[in-house]
C-alpha cells in the first residue's frame, strides 16, 4: 500500500533556528513529491520535486529528494514566527491525480 | 480572483442532519477532488471527479455522495450527519496529467456535528 510518513510530527524552535522535516514514501511509480504549508486555511504549494539531487529553493526554505532512499527534505533557515504552520507532504499515486499525504509536521517558532 | 472557492465556509448543525457543501474553481482545471482533514490534520481522499466522472471514490460512507454538474463545479452531500463526520472538509482543484500535478486548495469548510 502507498504511504507518506512525516517526522518529527511535531517541532518547537526560537526564531534564528534552522530546521529540517524529513518526509519518507513507499509508492508504486514515483513521478513527483510536493510539500504544501497550511496555516490557518488552506494548504498552500511550496516545491514539486521530480529529480534526486536537485534543490529546490524559495528564500530561506529549500528542498531536496533522494529518489534512491525514498525520502525529502524540507529545510527552512532562520525561523520567523510566520513559518509557523504545518507542513505536509505529499505524493501523487497512479493516473487520477490522487495525493497521498502524510500525516503533517506541525512547526511552532517562538519569538 | 479566487481560484478555488467553497460555500459555506463554517456548518454547524444537529446529528441526523443533510447538508450540502458546494466547490467552484475558476482555473481551467479538469479535475477536482474532496478531502476530509481530521483534528489532527491529517488530509485524506475521499472523491475525484475528471470532466464530471468519478474516478476516485474512497472507502467512505454511501451517506456521502459527490455531484458534479460540470467540470467547474463539484458539491459535497452528506445526509443523516453523525458526530464523526465533524472535520474540515477541503475542495481542490488540478489539471491531470504528465508530471505536474499541484493541487490548489480551496479554504475548506469547518462542519460540526452536534
Known amino acids: 500500500e502507498d504511504k507518506v510518513v512525516q517526522s518529527p510530527l511535531s517541532l518547537v524552535v526560537h526564531e534564528g533556528d534552522t530546521v529540517t522535516l524529513n518526509c519518507s514514501y513507499e509508492?508504486?511509480?514515483?513521478?513527483?513529491l510536493l510539500w504544501y504549508k497550511q496555516e490557518k486555511k488552506a494548504p498552500t504549494f511550496l516545491f514539486m520535486l521530480t529529480s534526486s539531487g536537485i534543490e529546490k529553493k524559495s528564500g530561506r526554505l529549500s528542498s531536496i529528494l533522494d529518489k534512491k532512499e525514498l525520502f525529502s527534505i524540507l529545510n527552512i533557515t532562520a525561523t520567523q514566527t510566520g513559518d509557523s504552520a504545518v507542513y505536509l507532504c505529499a505524493v501523487p499515486t497512479g493516473n487520477t491525480g490522487k495525493l497521498i499525504f502524510g500525516q503533517g509536521t506541525t512547526l511552532q517558532v517562538k519569538p | 480572483d479566487t481560484a478555488v472557492s467553497q460555500t459555506p465556509k463554517y456548518l454547524v448543525t444537529q446529528m441526523g442532519n443533510d447538508k450540502s457543501i458546494k466547490c467552484e474553481q475558476n482555473l481551467g482545471h479538469d479535475t477536482m477532488y474532496w478531502y476530509k482533514q481530521d483534528s489532527k490534520k491529517f488530509l485524506k481522499i475521499m472523491f475525484s471527479?475528471?470532466?464530471?466522472?468519478?474516478?476516485i471514490n474512497e472507502t467512505v460512507p454511501n451517506r456521502f455522495s459527490p455531484k458534479s454538474p460540470d467540470k467547474a463545479h463539484l458539491n459535497l452531500h452528506i445526509n443523516s450527519l453523525e458526530l464523526g463526520d465533524s472535520a474540515v472538509y477541503f475542495c481542490?482543484?488540478?489539471?491531470?496529467?504528465?508530471?505536474?500535478?499541484?493541487?490548489?486548495f480551496g479554504p475548506g469548510t469547518r462542519l460540526t456535528v452536534l
Open positions: 471527479y475528471n470532466n464530471k466522472e468519478l474516478i
Open positions: 509508492v508504486t511509480n514515483f513521478r513527483s
Open positions: 481542490a482543484s488540478s489539471q491531470v496529467g504528465g508530471d505536474y500535478n499541484e493541487q490548489f
